[in-house]
């Protein structure tokens, strides 16, 4: 009974402890870009019909272009995430008998980003949390002139205190590293950092960085169910938004 008596109490303890933690507002808030702020569906009809109208071949065409960044980085080397993007378009066409040149990939994934919209909540969001007195920071693997584009094509760049680009440290996201980086750059702590996020894959990135995290289950995405648990899941960043603004 003894033993049972001491563990039994520093496990209720400890559970209000870390309620209570999640509760405190993070100093950073860093904004994960393409599909958690901005609306890729433009993007996926211009690859698809890049691809012979083969859309099934989208979601194999996305998870080559993360593969091979995380080869990129893991080799010690760097290229635009665009360009990533375009050679995996390459390789995705050959291995389904589709001839793409080079310039044609990249003609392609760089029109597809450019236009974006946001999605539908996320002005309204942003405003809000940005009222509220929290520092906004957008997070991304593209390159700093690619996001400004978007930015200001999307009429997002007014929201935001801060645009980081993995492109400035020459390593991508999820590496600990690029996490690490971000928030020297902001000069704060990682448990003091936040990143929302529409990918289960940067979401785990940033929680075994250090980071608390937010995640957007846009359709199609999910959390990794290996990686630590995600503080706040929600549908949209509207209810992302509603809250933070709760948090002292």
């Not at 999307?154 to 801060?162: C, P, V």
Request: aromatic content about 10%; charged content about 25%.
């Amino acid at each position: 009974m003894g033993t049972t008596g001491m563990i039994i109490p520093n496990l209720t303890f400890g559970n209000v402890a870390e309620d209570s933690i999640d509760k405190v507002r993070p100093k950073v808030l860093f904004f994960d870009v393409n599909e958690t702020l901005l609306d890729l569906t433009q993007m996926k009809e211009q690859v698809g019909e890049a691809l012979e109208g083969r859309k099934d071949l989208l979601s194999l065409w996305f998870t080559t272009m993360l593969q091979y960044s995380l080869v990129t980085t893991a080799s010690g080397q760097y290229e635009h995430f665009g360009n990533i993007g375009a050679a995996a378009l390459q390789m995705v066409a050959a291995n389904n008998g589709i001839t793409i040149s080079e310039n044609e990939a990249r003609n392609t994934i760089v029109n597809a980003l450019r236009g974006l919209p946001a999605h539908p909540e996320v002005k309204t969001a942003l405003k809000q949390l940005k009222k509220d007195g929290y520092k906004l920071v957008s997070f991304t693997n593209s390159s700093n002139e690619g996001v400004k584009k978007q930015f200001e094509s999307a009429g997002l760049t007014e929201y935001f205190d801060e645009r980081l680009s993995v492109e400035d440290i020459g390593k991508f996201k999820p590496f600990s590293d690029t996490y690490a980086w971000a928030a020297r750059k902001m000069d704060v702590k990682p448990k003091e950092c936040m990143l929302i996020a529409a990918h289960g894959w940067d979401v785990a990135g940033a929680l075994w960085a250090g980071w608390r995290a937010a995640f957007i289950s846009r359709p199609g995405q999910q959390t990794f169910p290996l990686a630590p648990k995600t503080e706040i899941i929600e549908t949209d960043l509207k209810k992302v938004a509603n809250i933070l603004v709760t948090y002292k």
